[in-house]
């Protein structure tokens, strides 16, 4: 299979459905919301997954941005030529094909004028080790992107001024992105770094813990924190904010401790596709 067709079937089915990790933690928190109005919203959203999951229906009207995030191996066969025009064919297809509002403009200060595509894809390119090709996807909505943000703290704020920056981010965005979230952190690295920093960790999947103990255990207090917040689902009060958290780092300046927030809506939708050994257009390519 060519592989924009492969991006295309990845991206009909992230528009409609979740994957299984999100659908999990969402269920979980449903078992365990203690709010009767929490409760109620959370019961709303699952029976939304299942309305998608059964129709040709998207899980929310707002089908989102694409983001792109593209992880190459040093060693895979790659020309990013071809690569980026596959991308931008599969997401094309995928937007004629499923059912995705239209909802990128060209410009954005004055005409605002419609692309009527869905294009085009922000995309990011990140060497890595290894052999292959990783596409990751975020179907990117801007109720949940406009509560996203980026603080310049105190070099010597320490994990406390994190915490608090994270905690005052979240709760000026309040019942604004449809909560509960998936939240990305990025800590380090200049203010831009910062911000492609915390969309990678919405990348991560839901629940999966930073390997860096010390991060490991920020995420854990950030979460319960965030949760102790009382904001919960729809901003109705409860239990879940926060359905899971992600932080990455990078190094940084003596001088600077940059911050940033990526917030997700509870309609969390991701795709991978995977192409081993890479892609230069000399050959089919092999995906999975």
């Not at 019961?43 to 998608?52: G, L, T």
Request: positive net charge.
């Amino acid at each position: 299979m060519e592989l924009h067709k492969s991006i295309e079937n990845a991206l009909s089915s992230a528009v409609r459905i979740l994957p299984e990790d999100v659908e999990k933690v969402i269920r979980s928190a449903l078992r365990s919301e203690s709010d009767a109005k929490g409760r109620l919203v959370l019961e709303k959203i699952v029976q939304n997954i299942e309305v998608a999951g059964t129709t040709a229906l998207p899980l929310c009207q707002d089908c989102g941005m694409f983001y792109v995030w593209v992880e190459i191996g040093k060693e895979a066969r790659c020309s990013l030529a071809l690569l980026e025009r596959e991308i931008i064919k599969g997401c094309r297809s995928a937007a004629r094909n499923a059912f995705y509002r239209k909802s990128v403009v060209s410009e954005p200060i004055y005409d605002r004028e419609n692309t009527r595509t869905n294009l085009p894809p922000v995309i990011n390119y990140e060497l890595v080790n290894g052999k292959d090709i990783v596409i990751h996807f975020l179907l990117k909505g801007f109720g949940s992107e406009n509560c996203s943000s980026v603080r310049m703290i105190n070099p010597t704020a320490g994990e406390e001024g994190v915490v608090k920056a994270v905690l005052e981010m979240v709760k000026k965005a309040g019942g604004k992105p449809c909560p509960p979230c998936f939240l990305g952190v990025g800590v380090g690295g200049t203010m831009d770094r910062a911000a492609l920093l915390s969309k990678k960790a919405l990348i991560r999947d839901a629940g999966k813990r930073n390997r860096n103990a010390r991060y490991r255990a920020l995420e854990e207090r950030l979460k319960r924190e965030i949760n102790a917040l009382g904001i919960g689902p729809g901003g109705l009060g409860g239990d879940t904010t926060c359905l899971s958290i992600a932080v990455e780092y990078a190094p940084t300046h003596i001088a600077g401790l940059p911050v940033a927030l990526s917030v997700n809506c509870w309609a969390d939708r991701k795709a991978s596709v995977r192409v081993i050994g890479g892609y230069d257009g000399s050959t089919a390519p092999s995906v999975q």
